[in-house]
């Protein structure tokens, strides 16, 4: 039997002293996740990067087991079928955690100082979202909010680091076809100078 295994990230918000957010279990790595969120602050929240931390981080009590097609609310249809082959699957909080002593469980917050043992950390910025490769370093590549969450992110820890050009392939424009240049029109036939014939 083949073992499946989390790829164990976290989605935050700055803070002063650095960041802190909530633990996602499954599927951390930047080709699903990135197009998700990227999506999702395209659409679901309408560029509002507050409204996005307040659902994703303030609003799970716990953490996430998953996060799903419900974050592409509002996207167009054919760029949520192109992102998720047709599929719908809800978002998914942790709720399956049991404690030695059957209390509730705590929170999974995710702060600079305690995200040791995760794969990917995603930090929401103003500008743009922070994929940081944490077996590689504490700090990553800001990705602007207006890439197209079509793109192809590369899941290479080291190709994440700062000072690296974006990992990504990105879609071709949709471009217009080249204008013909105008041509002058011709002179309707009875404002025509009669031509000249020279001898």
């Known amino acids: 039997m083949e073992a499946i295994?989390?790829?164990r990230s976290f989605i935050a918000?700055?803070?002063a002293?650095?960041?802190s957010g909530v633990y996602v279990h499954w599927d951390g790595y930047p080709s699903g996740r990135l197009p998700l969120l990227l999506a999702a602050h395209q659409h679901r929240f309408v560029g509002d990067v507050e409204a996005m931390a307040q659902h994703?981080?303030?609003n799970v009590p716990v953490g996430w087991s998953c996060l799903g097609t419900d974050l592409l609310d509002g996207a167009p249809e054919a760029l949520r079928t192109h992102l998720t082959g047709g599929r719908d699957f809800?978002?998914?909080e942790l709720d399956d955690i049991?404690?030695?002593d059957g209390s509730p469980p705590e929170r999974q917050t995710v702060t600079e100082k305690t995200a040791d043992g995760l794969d990917w950390g995603y930090v929401l910025h103003p500008h743009g979202i922070e994929v940081i490769p944490l077996p590689e370093t504490k700090q990553g590549l800001i990705v602007d909010w207006n890439t197209d969450p079509r793109a192809r992110f590369?899941?290479?820890y080291v190709l994440w680091k700062p000072g690296q050009p974006l990992p990504a392939t990105l879609p071709p424009r949709a471009t217009q076809p080249a204008a013909t240049p105008a041509q002058p029109a011709a002179a309707p036939a009875a404002n025509r100078p009669a031509a000249r014939r020279i001898i």
Request: charged fraction near 15%; hydrophobic fraction near 35%.
């Open 90 to 92: 809800p978002s998914n």
């Open 98 to 100: 049991v404690t030695a």
């Open 17 to 19: 002293t650095g960041y």
């Open 5 to 7: 295994l989390a790829t």
């Open 154 to 156: 590369s899941d290479s």
């Open 56 to 58: 994703l981080i303030d």
């Open 13 to 15: 918000r700055l803070t």
